[in-house]
C-alpha cells in the first residue's frame, strides 16, 4: 500500500538530507555543537548523577511482542579460572551476553527503519545485509553527550501518566516546556515523560507492554510533533515507552510514520525504554528541568541500534 500524500508532504517540509553534505551519517547529531554541549555543562548544580537505564536481565521488557527481540541472557563462561595455571594465584571469572540490541533502554540508530528503499539521506535500503548496515551503522555516533531536557508531558497535564494510546501535541510539548521553565534550544536532547515507566517498575515487562488498558496501546508523539522537533533542531529524542510513537498508528496507510519521518526523513535518533521516573521526581523538587546528558552508544559497527545507559547529571 503506497504512503498517503499526506505523509510525502510532511517528509519533503522535515527532510534534511544533505544538510550536512551528501555523505553525512549522523543527521541532527550534528547539532550537538560545542556550543550546546557547554549548555549541558552549565546546567549542572549538584552533580547528582541519576541513570536513566532500565536493569539489562533475562526478565526484562521484552515479551515477545517484537519477534526477535530478546531479554538479555547474560551466561559465566569462566569462574574462578586459573588462568595462569595456578589456582592460588591470578583466577578470573567472564561471561558472555546474547540480547537484541534494542530490547533494553536503547537508540534507534538511522538504519532501523526505511521506506520507498531508501534510508536516510538517500542510502539505498541494499546497504543493509546479514552482516548489518554499511551505511548508518550506529557506530558513526562517536558521541552523543549534550544538554538534556525532560518535558515531563504527564505531570505539565496534573497526571501521573497519560491515558493509553494518548497522541502527544505540539501544544503539550510547548506546556511541558513551559512548566520546566525552559526554551529548547537547538542541540538539545529531548526526554518525553508519559509516565509509562512505573508500570515496569510494579509489574514488570508485561504490565509495562501491556499499559494501563492492558490492551498495549502506546502513548506518544503524534504526526503533528514532528515539524516541531525540526523546527527546534534537537539532537535527538527518546520516551519511556515501547514504541516511542502512538500506537495503534494514526492512519493505518501510514503505519509507524513517525519512525519513517524522524530516522529517514530527518535523521533524528529516536530512543525507547528510558526510565525517566527517578529524573521526573528530581525536576520536580528542584524546579529545573535541564541537565549534561551522557547518553552514548554502544559502537557495534553496521548495528542499526544499540543498548544504552543514560546518565543526567544535575
Not at 517528509?11 to 553525512?24: I, S
Not at 558472555?96 to 527503519?113: E, I, N, P, R, S
Not at 493505518?252 to 521516573?277: C, I, K, R, S, W
Not at 549534561?292 to 544499540?306: D, K, M, Q, T
Amino acid at each position: 500500500m503506497p504512503l498517503p500524500q499526506e505523509f510525502h508532504d510532511l517528509a519533503a517540509k522535515v527532510r534534511n538530507w544533505g544538510r550536512w553534505g551528501d555523505d553525512d551519517r549522523i543527521g541532527t547529531i550534528n547539532h550537538i555543537t560545542p556550543d550546546a554541549i557547554r549548555r549541558g555543562r552549565d546546567s549542572v548544580v549538584d552533580g547528582r548523577a541519576i541513570s536513566l537505564a532500565v536493569p539489562l536481565q533475562l526478565e526484562g521488557i521484552q515479551i515477545g511482542i517484537i519477534r526477535g527481540r530478546v531479554n538479555p541472557l547474560r551466561t559465566m563462561i569462566a569462574v574462578n579460572h586459573a588462568a595462569m595455571g595456578d589456582p592460588e594465584g591470578f583466577c578470573t571469572s567472564d561471561d558472555v551476553v546474547f540480547m537484541g540490541l534494542q530490547a533494553a533502554t536503547h537508540w534507534d540508530g538511522l538504519g532501523h527503519v526505511s521506506y520507498g528503499g531508501t534510508l536516510y539521506n538517500g542510502f539505498p535500503a541494499s546497504t543493509i545485509d546479514e552482516w548489518g548496515c554499511h551505511s548508518l551503522g550506529i557506530s558513526n555516533i562517536r558521541s552523543m553527550t549534550s544538554r538534556g531536557v525532560l518535558l515531563d508531558v504527564a505531570r505539565a497535564k496534573g497526571l501521573d501518566e497519560l491515558p493509553p494510546a494518548y497522541a502527544i501535541t505540539a501544544d503539550d510539548l510547548d506546556a511541558a516546556a513551559e512548566l520546566g521553565k525552559v526554551e529548547v534550544r537547538q542541540g538539545d536532547i529531548i526526554l518525553i515523560r508519559t509516565g509509562r515507566m512505573a508500570h515496569y517498575h510494579r509489574g514488570g515487562g508485561m504490565a509495562y507492554c501491556l499499559g494501563a488498558d492492558g490492551q498495549g496501546g502506546n502513548t506518544g508523539p503524534s504526526l503533528q510533533t514532528v515539524e516541531w522537533f525540526h523546527r527546534k533542531e534537537v539532537a535527538a529524542v527518546a520516551n519511556d515507552t515501547l514504541t516511542f510513537e502512538v500506537f495503534p498508528s494514526e492512519n493505518p496507510a501510514a503505519m509507524l510514520a513517525v519512525h519513517l519521518l524522524h530516522l529517514v526523513d530527518m535523521g533524528l535518533t529516536q530512543g525507547q525504554n528510558f526510565d525517566l521516573e527517578t529524573l521526573a521526581e528530581d525536576c520536580a523538587v528542584d524546579g529545573r528541568y535541564t541537565f549534561l546528558l551522557a547518553a552514548n552508544p554502544e559502537p557495534f559497527v553496521g548495528g542499526v541500534g544499540s543498548p544504552v545507559n543514560p546518565v543526567a547529571i544535575k
